[in-house]
């Protein structure tokens, strides 16, 4: 590997530093703007190549100590070493250049909105036997390798609290090199936790497992082999996993999905509220197990709820029952992909809210602009997103279509990473 010197000019797209030498851009992890760096050429990527520091020779301005031990081993976290003003500033940049690059001329972005630290309530951990010991953590940055955890800046403590119980757990049902995925949530009745991979299941196996969870003091454990398969159902405590969004509980499902933070939901919750105080009949496509849809029902509106997960539409449903809304949240499982609002149905409400996957809401939008020439679409659009660009190309196909970005809003909900959380209000 050859090596390049210079100066760090930026900040790249995925929290790399930029250094251009000899007209050549070198992608620099663990660099901030100023910092003179010697580093050594790594593989091709994209217009340019990956490096990585082999000296640092000199601090940029804005380079600060990272408040976190395993800062740079653990890949959970990229930007730990730069100073929270210009750190706040790129992430909303973020947003604004995909915006841009989309034909958004001065894109109303807001500054960005930031959770606390130690906030985040769910977690999926790397977890492998090696011999007599079980390592349970992240992988380090593009490694297999595991960092093994006991304390991190970014979870909260109750994720943290039962790790060296369940190491213990687990070594009795992990062959030698044996690696599993567990998932742990942090509900208001305790810890879910879901275990993913290849386990010893005989019937001991699965009765000491369930003496430890209640040990341990889980809410709930489950076991499944596949990511694809049902979850077994292996230990649960006297009060299932239950969250709340606004007024109303949700069982929640093993796994099931939840924004990060409590603090970016309720942002994103409150923007929808005010943005949607004037609607009555609303969709929530992508909604999960009702995040938004009960927060709405509960303001007084009709909502029809929809999503291709069926284990959370069954909890949606069980909770709509429970809360006395079923004359105003229809629950239904549906690909929206494959199956999205058809121009009839999108004719009969005010607005419509969007909280899609990474990968957007391509075909949905795509419904929503043919809707919109032919006069059947409804004034309000409210989107969720969690990558700019999938959100800027969806934006896009709206205001083409005659909505107005009107406002989009920047959230840290995975801070100290390249990761943001946008939630926007679009208006015919």
């Not at 010197?5 to 797209?13: S, T």
């Not at 009960?294 to 909502?303: I, Y």
Request: hydrophobic share 45%; net charge neutral; with cysteine.
């Amino acid at each position: 590997m050859r090596d390049v010197d210079g100066v760090i000019e930026r900040m790249g797209g995925q929290g790399h530093g930029v250094l251009t030498h000899d007209g050549i851009r070198y992608y620099v992890p663990f660099t901030v703007p100023g910092d003179r760096v010697a580093a050594k050429v790594g593989e091709e990527r994209g217009d340019g190549f990956a490096a990585h520091v082999s000296v640092l020779e000199a601090e940029g301005p804005d380079r600060v100590e990272p408040p976190c031990r395993h800062f740079q081993a653990c890949g959970g976290c990229a930007l730990q070493h730069w100073a929270e003003a210009p750190y706040n500033a790129w992430k909303r940049d973020k947003l604004a250049a995909a915006l841009t690059r989309r034909d958004f001329v001065d894109p109303a972005v807001d500054n960005l909105v930031t959770v606390p630290a130690q906030s985040r309530r769910r977690a999926e951990f790397i977890v492998r036997r090696v011999k007599d010991k079980v390592l349970l953590g992240f992988h380090e940055a593009a490694s297999r390798k595991i960092v093994d955890l006991e304390d991190c800046t970014v979870l909260r403590p109750a994720l943290l609290a039962p790790l060296p119980a369940l190491r213990a757990a687990l070594i009795e049902v992990l062959g030698d090199g044996w690696a599993i995925d567990l998932k742990l949530t942090d509900t208001e009745t305790g810890l879910d936790a879901l275990i993913t991979g290849k386990l010893k299941m005989r019937v001991q196996e699965r009765i000491a497992l369930s003496k430890a969870a209640k040990a341990i003091g889980l809410a709930r454990l489950s076991w499944r082999f596949d990511p694809r398969g049902d979850a077994e159902l292996l230990y649960q405590g006297e009060a299932p996993p239950r969250v709340r969004f606004g007024e109303h509980g949700v069982i929640l499902p093993p796994g099931g999905f939840l924004q990060a933070t409590v603090e970016a939901e309720q942002a994103m919750a409150d923007f929808a509220l005010e943005a949607l105080k004037d609607a009555r009949r609303v969709a929530d496509l992508f909604s999960g197990c009702g995040a938004f849809a009960l927060r709405l029902a509960g303001a007084g509106k009709t909502v029809l709820a929809a999503d291709a997960d069926r284990p959370a539409i069954a909890a949606l449903q069980a909770a709509v029952k429970t809360a006395g809304l079923a004359g105003r949240l229809n629950a239904q499982a549906r690909d929206l992909e494959r199956q999205p609002l058809t121009r009839a149905e999108l004719k009969k409400l005010d607005a419509v809210l969007l909280d899609p996957p990474r990968a957007g809401a391509k075909a949905q939008v795509q419904q929503l602009a043919e809707a919109a020439g032919a006069g059947a679409a409804p004034p309000l659009v409210v989107m969720a997103a969690c990558d700019p660009s999938s959100f800027a190309r969806d934006a896009r196909t709206l205001a083409d279509a005659g909505w107005r970005l009107e406002r989009a809003v920047p959230i840290d909900q995975f801070r100290w990473s390249p990761h943001l959380e946008i939630i926007s209000l679009f208006r015919r």
